[in-house]
């Protein structure tokens, strides 16, 4: 059983669309952070928080944005899609870093 | 800084044989180690992991060995099914480095074939 979700799974959208994909999770973490998957397999760090209003950017430049004003939710919004973002986007989450993270299902994303 | 690296997949065996994918790291601190897996269309799930030198983590017949000597972990499984047909990726984690993230290697794509 998922303690973090992500939301949609897939989703297929339009140049210049703005979208947000959703990530909750259950168990309390305070750090959260967002990975892009390229087809390649290789994970890309965009953005990561460590608690509440804290939100950094990651390894990877990304023109995505993030926010965190509850502990539960760390969503990402791109303004204005491309086909560039075309990617799988992965969330995940820690209460220790040694613990190893909770990783969410991932949201498939093609920009059309 | 840290980094992981791991052999380069695809990596192609028939059922029940013998697995080894390689992981070496370097790292400042002290790290625990991990090996995640990532099935199609899937998020990454925990395999196994370990926190200090020698031990030896293990779940559903995979295990790895912490290894600082050699700064290696690497994953193992007697006999692989069809069903271990995944991405495993291995990661540390360097606390002692002042680090709150993972460090991921690339991954590599297991394939089991009948």
């Known amino acids: 059983e998922a303690d973090i979700y992500q939301t949609p799974r897939y989703l297929v959208i339009g140049t210049g669309k703005k979208i947000t994909l959703e990530c909750s999770q259950t168990?309390?973490?305070?750090?959260m952070y967002w990975y892009q998957q390229d087809p390649g397999m290789e994970l890309h760090l965009i953005h990561y928080s460590y608690g509440v209003n804290s939100t950094e950017k990651g390894d990877l430049s990304s023109e995505s944005t993030v926010s965190r004003i509850r502990t539960e939710h760390f969503p990402l919004t791109l303004e204005s899609a491309r086909p560039s973002h075309t990617s799988q986007y992965l969330c995940a989450s820690t209460g220790r870093t040694n613990y190893g993270y909770t990783f969410g299902s991932g949201t498939r994303l093609t920009v059309v | 800084g840290n980094s992981v690296t791991q052999m380069e997949g695809p990596v192609t065996l028939s059922e029940e044989a013998f697995l080894t994918i390689n992981c070496t790291y370097t790292a400042t601190g002290y790290p625990s180690l991990f090996w995640y897996v990532q099935y199609p269309g899937e998020g990454l799930q925990l395999l196994l992991k370990?926190?200090?030198?020698?031990d030896k983590g293990s779940n559903k017949g995979f295990e790895a060995t912490y290894r600082k000597e050699t700064t290696s972990f690497h994953l193992e499984k007697g006999s692989v099914q069809v069903s271990d047909s995944a991405v495993y990726f291995c990661?540390?984690?360097?606390?002692?480095?002042?680090?709150?993230?993972?460090?991921f290697g690339t991954g590599t794509q297991l394939k089991v074939e009948l």
């Open positions: 990661a540390l984690s360097d606390l002692g480095g002042g680090g709150n993230k993972l460090t």
């Open positions: 370990a926190t200090k030198a020698d």
């Open positions: 168990m309390g973490h305070d750090k």
